[in-house]
């Protein structure tokens, strides 16, 4: 059985963007292997510097993952920092890490250039990432095309392991949905957190509503015909409508005579709908928080068993035992 692994910053509140990206097709994904989801916590202090903020956003990202599918029977989930190894292996790669690899690499750039400090720690997130995956002797790794430079990166490191040391590790494979779209946030632009621009899953209903309304359009009349594949509205409705919904509301925009108004809120209604039963479901698991604490517990014992099996060859092959 393949074992797949993926992980989610704690770093705010989860949105649409992470929801489509990441959670629903980890959700999809536990039916088809071992599946282990971490809340990369040592990541996030890249960025957030707010300790109860970490805490929080680490707590809410395992209820939020849990209302929206994730089941504890099929998939692991645990936070990265209860993984001790983690540091260590990383440590260890770090040691035979090209920095021109590093250097390569587009997110630092971007990050740096949005003006995240430029810390060790966002210039050798590449090593950190390549550890969380080596760790577990992961098989796939769904990534979103932004990240595959990254997987490549530790693909990169695990040969110069290999290469340097004996055959330690198995090389990761990319799962990378060609399927998958950029879902546009309120302005646009790539829905991120860095942007500012985000819709939050399970935002109160009077502050999401505001956020759809807000959705930045262009000045075409109501009577006029609109471009439904230009706008941000039309791109987020058909991925949360059926395809017959969808191709309805294309018809409308080039129609004319609706404004962007009424398409906002037909855009909230259905959103809002989608999810109904993962907000109960998230009620519920709030209410019972040694539930959740059982999941993550039993989550970091079961992965903590097989990275220890891992390090136990790599500190071997090293020389630390």
Same mark, same amino acid.
């Given at each position: ?10 770093? $705010?509140?989860?949105? %649409? $963007? ?16 071992? /599946? ?5 916590? %040592? ?11 970490? !805490? ?25 920092? +209860?993984?001790? @190894?983690?540091? %260590? ?41 390549a550890a969380d995956i080596l760790i577990y002797d992961s098989d796939i790794v769904p990534v979103g095309k932004d990240q595959k430079q990254h997987l ?37 632009? @790539? ?32 009577? /006029? ?31 004319? $005579?609706?404004?962007? $108004? ?25 209410? +019972? ?7 993550? !517990? ?24």
């Amino acid at each position: 059985m393949k074992r797949i692994l993926s992980g989610i910053q704690p770093s $705010g509140a989860l949105h %649409l $963007g992470n929801y489509l990206g990441m959670m629903r097709p980890a959700v999809e994904l536990q039916q088809q292997g071992e /599946a282990l989801y971490f809340i990369a916590d %040592l990541h996030a202090l890249t960025s957030l510097h707010d300790a109860d903020a970490l !805490r929080r956003h680490s707590r809410d990202v395992a209820l939020d993952f849990l209302a929206c599918g994730l089941d504890p029977s099929r998939a692991l989930l645990f936070r990265q920092s +209860d993984i001790p @190894k983690i540091s %260590l292996l990383s440590w260890i790669l770090s040691t035979v890490t090209p920095m021109g690899l590093l250097e390569r690499c587009h997110s630092y750039k971007d990050k740096t250039a949005r003006g995240l400090a430029a810390t060790h720690a966002l210039f050798s997130y590449p090593v950190l990432m390549a550890a969380d995956i080596l760790i577990y002797d992961s098989d796939i790794v769904p990534v979103g095309k932004d990240q595959k430079q990254h997987l490549e990166v530790t693909r990169d490191i695990a040969v110069k392991m290999n290469e340097t040391f004996g055959d330690i590790f198995k090389l990761p494979e990319p799962s990378i949905r060609e399927d998958a779209a950029v879902v546009p946030g309120t302005d646009g632009a @790539k829905m991120s957190k860095s942007y500012g621009n985000t819709i939050e899953i399970f935002a109160e209903e009077k502050a999401m509503r505001k956020k759809f309304m807000g959705i930045v359009t262009d000045s075409t009349p109501v009577e /006029a015909p609109k471009d439904p594949e230009s706008s941000s509205i039309y791109q987020l409705y058909r991925l949360f409508s059926s395809a017959d919904d969808a191709a309805a509301m294309a018809e409308r925009f080039r129609a004319g $005579g609706t404004g962007y $108004g009424d398409f906002k809120k037909q855009l909230f209604g259905t959103v809002w709908e989608y999810f109904a039963p993962m907000r109960a479901k998230r009620a519920e698991l709030e209410a +019972d928080p040694g539930y959740v604490d059982g999941i993550l !517990r039993t989550g970091a014992e079961k992965a903590n068993a097989i990275a220890e099996k891992v390090m136990a060859r790599v500190e071997a092959a090293v020389g630390l035992r």
